[in-house]
């Protein structure tokens, strides 16, 4: 596929996982604005909706691991949700308020439940944030859901099945040249016993016009090592790390 707006960016992409979950609250207006302070351009975040619709930018489908309230977000309006504190300081944060309180920032989206489809979508036009978003989930239907309601100005990331298309990809001889239907693989180093990120994956990808992401990473000799492959993007919970690592490899802009 054609390189996105969202992926035209120069050297690798540094990630903050859920703003940066080892640093502040995940998922939070605070832990998010501390990453772009640090100069980060890209984040990663999560989406729920609630009962009534609105996209909430979290992770889990409940409320009860990391707030002081309970109950799964689905079957919650937002009213109640929103009187929960995550880790009892931080306020829920709604998917329109990260995209507006950083409009310069691009965002990686994940929609963790069905039900989060329609209120994605929703938000992603009537704020205009399609081309400075990627959406990738576990799930190649609701991907696939989202790209189809929005278009292909969408940057999306493989789903399972992609990602053992690539995989498959990255077994034949090295000229073949694999055809993709998404902008990303965003992946773990190593999954159900096998290494996912390694040269001929990597090299398969990019010969296939497809970048690689590669989660969630927060020791630097890791993250120096998969740089060294030639990953084009790292996730983490530890922004000030991998910043630090970027900055050392001549990667960072400020």
């Given at each position: ?118 209120p994605l979508v929703e938000v992603l036009q009537r704020t205009g944030a399609v081309e400075r978003v990627c959406v990738c989930s576990f799930s190649d239907r609701r991907t696939r859901q989202v790209r189809d309601r929005i278009g292909d100005s969408l940057c999306v990331g493989a789903g399972p099945a992609g990602i053992a298309r690539l995989l498959a990809a990255s077994a034949r001889l090295r000229w073949t040249r694999s055809t993709f239907d998404f902008h990303a693989a965003q992946v773990p180093v190593r999954a159900k ?62």
């Amino acid at each position: 596929m054609a390189r996105h707006p969202y992926l035209d960016v120069h050297g690798p992409i540094a990630f903050a996982h859920r703003g940066g979950a080892e640093e502040f609250p995940e998922n939070t207006l605070r832990a998010f604005r501390h990453a772009v302070d640090l100069g980060y351009t890209h984040v990663e975040t999560d989406v729920h909706a609630t009962a009534d619709g609105v996209a909430v930018a979290f992770h889990d489908d409940s409320l009860d691991r990391v707030t002081d309230a309970h109950g799964a977000i689905a079957q919650l309006a937002w009213s109640d949700v929103r009187r929960a504190s995550v880790a009892g300081t931080d306020p829920m944060l709604r998917l329109d308020e990260l995209l507006e309180e950083l409009p310069g920032t691009r965002i990686n989206i994940d929609p963790k439940a069905d039900s989060a489809v329609g209120p994605l979508v929703e938000v992603l036009q009537r704020t205009g944030a399609v081309e400075r978003v990627c959406v990738c989930s576990f799930s190649d239907r609701r991907t696939r859901q989202v790209r189809d309601r929005i278009g292909d100005s969408l940057c999306v990331g493989a789903g399972p099945a992609g990602i053992a298309r690539l995989l498959a990809a990255s077994a034949r001889l090295r000229w073949t040249r694999s055809t993709f239907d998404f902008h990303a693989a965003q992946v773990p180093v190593r999954a159900k016993g096998l290494t996912v990120v390694r040269p001929a994956v990597v090299a398969a990808a990019h010969r296939g016009g497809v970048a690689v992401h590669v989660w969630t990473i927060d020791d630097a000799a890791e993250m120096h090592r998969l740089l060294d492959l030639g990953v084009d993007g790292i996730m983490t919970d530890r922004p000030s790390v991998l910043r630090q690592v970027m900055i050392d490899r001549g990667h960072w802009k400020d």
